[in-house]
Nanobody, 124 residues
């Protein structure tokens, strides 16, 4: 069974960079034809797809976040990471990593495995 675990600081100051790591077990992040996404849910709002890295290493981002989002991976550790620059209070959310299949990254129905989520609060 595939398991995903988010990790990283739970508190980030405004204007700084949010950095999270997703550790995957039970499956390789390089296995055809899966992709690996970061998804977040602000308080009282719905799920928002942020970006993804596919099995080949190619990355894709939400247009609204592309300018300050970067996703990378370390295949030796079976991990992928999220960096979100210049955070504001509106970036406070529960952040999830998840595995999906297909090409509609924004469709939450395409994800079969999710991490438990990690709370990140932006505050000074």
């Amino acid at each position: 069974q595939v398991q995903l675990q988010e990790s990283g600081p739970g508190l980030v100051k405004p204007s700084q960079t949010l950095s999270l790591t997703c550790t995957v077990s039970g499956g390789s992040i390089t296995t055809n034809y899966y992709y690996w996404s970061w998804i977040r849910q602000p308080p009282g709002k719905g799920l928002e797809w942020m970006g993804a890295i596919v099995y080949s290493g190619s990355t894709y981002y939400s247009p609204s976040l592309k300018s300050r989002t970067s996703i990378s991976r370390d295949t030796s550790k079976n991990q992928f990471t999220l960096q979100l620059n210049s955070v504001t209070l509106e970036d406070t959310a529960v952040y999830y990593c998840a595995r999906g299949v297909g090409s509609a990254y924004w469709d939450m129905g395409k994800y079969d495995y999710w991490g438990q989520g990690t709370q990140v609060t932006v505050s000074s």
